[in-house]
Structure formats: C-alpha cells, structure tokens
C-alpha cells in the first residue's frame, strides 16, 4: 500500500474508480454552490450595509427568471447525479454470470470464508486479480457489515437471510477487510484483509493448505444424510417436488404468490418451509432450524444451485 497522503485509500477494484468519479463530482458540485452561496451572501451583506452609499433604486420585489434558473438549473444537476448515482448502484446489484463464488459468514467477532472448491479461511480471503468474485453472506448472531474500503464495496450481512456482493480486484496486494456495523464488544479487532494475487498463484495456493469437500459436495452429503434425498429424489414414493435445475426458476406457491429460486428462497425452504408451501404439495417437510449451522446451509444452497445432480462427482 502507499504511504502517500491521499483523501481515500488506493482504488484497486473495477468499481472504485467510478465511485471515486461520483464522489469526487458530488463533492466538487456542492463546494461549488455552498462557496457561491457564501461569497454572494458575504458581498451583499458589504455592498448594502447600513450606510453604504450604494444605490437601491429601481429594486425588483420579484425577478421570475431568476427565480426559474436558479430552481431549475442545481436540480437538474442533482437529479443528473441521482441518475449516475443509481445507475452505479444497479451495476453493483449484478455480479457477471462467471463471478468466483465464495461463501462468508459472519459472527461475532470472526469472518470466515468458504471457497466453492472447499478452502477455508478466517479473516482474510484470497482472491484472483482480474476475476469477479461473488461473495454469498450470512451471520450467525447480529448484524455485521462487509467493508473493503479500497474496493468500494461495503454490504451489511444479516442473520436469517443472505446478501450478496461483488468485486473485480485490479491490483495485486493486501487489503483492509473491515466490519463496518457495530456488533458487540469487540467489533473493533473485527477485521482482516483480502489478499489479491495473480491468477496463477492464486489456483497454486487453492490447491495447498487443509481443504475439505468443496461446497457443493459436502451439500450433496449433507442432502444424503439429513433425510433431504428421502423425500426428495425423483425415485422417491413421498410426493415432493424435484430440486434439479430449480435454481433460478419461477416457482409457484399454494396462496397463488410466485417467488424466484434464489439462494434466499432455497434457504427460507430449508429453515422455514411452513412459510411458503410449494403448489400442489402437501407441507409435510420438517424444519431443519438450529440443526444445519449456516455453512451446512450454504453447502445445501451451493449443491442445489449447481443443479443437484444426485451421483457424486469426484
Ligand atoms: C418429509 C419429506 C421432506 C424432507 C425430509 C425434506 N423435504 Fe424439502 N420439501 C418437501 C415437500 C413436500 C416440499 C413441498 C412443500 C413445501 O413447500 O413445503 C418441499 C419443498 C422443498 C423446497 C422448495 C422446492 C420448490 O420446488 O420450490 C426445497 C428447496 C427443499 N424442500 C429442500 C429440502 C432440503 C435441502 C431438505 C434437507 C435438508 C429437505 N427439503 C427435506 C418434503 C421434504
Ligand atoms: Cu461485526
């Protein structure tokens, strides 16, 4: 990192110069307008003080064009940083299709961070430069929030639902990783750093240190072992629906409501079936709440989403 004295950190994702962009007009627009407000106000003030000589004839008590312009002219500037603004944000909200995913829960005062292909880490989480990387969290406790200030990004993590962000590192290096959401005594030591490197080294580290089953996998167990593939696989004699490829689907609900199959519906049916029952099925699946902990859940997510495939792959 620089040692240079900056106003912000150094940019290193694809977002952060766009950010900065935005920042640094909306900064720039409003000093300029609170600096014209103020000089007019001081000059003014001078010009026709109590005894001045300067000429008060011919004052208007009303000047139309003047009160047009200066309605019109900042809110179209403002509505044009509005627009920019929203338009950044949207960009935020869709990560590419090909985006590296990886699975972070929070808890108090600890990060950690799953690899699909099954690497863990706390506090800190490696990343290839140049590839997007999408980022699945959830908490176990409170409320937490995902800052990286040198990328831009920050998104709060909640218990009991998953949000999602995303990034495209542009420079190798170490970064602050921050909790940006006061959550408890020791939300201060609550930080660690993203680490940024190229590609190739990137896939040699993947395949060093402990790995367990990738996520997917060890989901595909999880679905065997807690009962899920009972009811559920296609050969099964209880009626309940079929998994594969409902990710990303429309699915229907028995109170005439459709819902898409995210990862935050697929999660809901997982903790909370009775809340949205599935058309023409009866609401017989018990809740798993308090038995899966949240990275067995992200496993089940990951393997549904990766279409459920019922043999296991190596
Ligand atoms: C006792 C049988 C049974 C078990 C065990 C069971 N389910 Fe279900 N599941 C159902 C039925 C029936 C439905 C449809 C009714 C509903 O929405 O509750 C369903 C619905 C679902 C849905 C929504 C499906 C859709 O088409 O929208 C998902 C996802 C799901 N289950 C996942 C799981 C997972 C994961 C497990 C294991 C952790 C599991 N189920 C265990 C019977 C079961
Ligand atoms: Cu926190």
């Given amino acids: 990192m620089t040692d240079e004295i900056s106003l912000l ?34 000059a003014f003030c001078i010009r026709y003080r109590r005894g001045s ?18 309605t019109i002219a900042p809110m179209t500037v403002f509505l044009g940083l509005f627009a920019w603004g929203a338009y950044d944000y ?110 190739e080294r990137f896939a040699q580290w993947l395949q060093e240190g402990d790995r367990g089953p990738s996520l997917a996998r060890l989901g595909m167990r999880l679905f065997r072992d807690s009962g899920c593939a009972g009811c559920h696989n296609p050969q099964s004699s209880v009626h309940a629906p079929d998994l594969r490829q409902l990710f990303g689907r429309r699915v229907f609900m028995q109170d005439g409501s459709q819902r898409v199959a995210d990862e935050t519906y697929l999660r809901d049916s997982i903790v909370e079936p009775r809340k949205d029952i599935v058309a023409g099925y009866e609401p017989i699946m018990p809740s798993y709440a308090g038995q899966l902990d949240e990275e067995q859940i992200g496993a089940l997510v990951q393997y549904l989403r990766s279409g459920a495939a019922p043999e296991e792959s190596p």
């Avoid at 909306?26 to 000093?31: D, I, K, P, Q």
């Avoid at 300067?54 to 004052?59: D, E, F, K, P």
């Avoid at 990286?148 to 962000?165: C, E, M, N």
């Fill in 90 to 199: 949207a960009r935020l909200t869709r990560p590419p299709a090909d985006a590296v995913p990886v699975l972070a829960v929070a808890k108090q005062w600890v990060w950690t961070l799953q690899h699909a292909d099954g690497r863990r880490e706390i506090n800190e989480l490696h990343v290839p430069l140049g590839r997007p990387v999408r980022l699945l969290m959830t908490s176990q406790d409170v409320i937490h929030s995902f800052f990286v200030p040198a990328f831009r990004i920050k998104q709060d993590v909640l218990p009991g639902r998953y949000t999602s962000l995303w990034f495209t590192p542009t420079r190798a290096g170490t970064y602050h990783l921050l909790c940006a959401e006061y959550c408890g005594t020791d939300h201060a030591a609550m930080v660690g750093g993203i680490v940024v490197m190229p590609p």
């Fill in 9 to 42: 950190p150094p940019a290193a994702s694809s977002v952060a110069g766009h950010t900065d962009a935005l920042f640094y007009s909306l900064a720039g627009f409003s000093t300029a307008i609170a600096a014209a407000l103020a000089l007019l106000a001081v």
């Fill in 53 to 70: 000589r300067a000429s008060r004839q011919g004052a208007r008590r009303h000047a139309n064009g003047l009160e047009w312009a200066w």
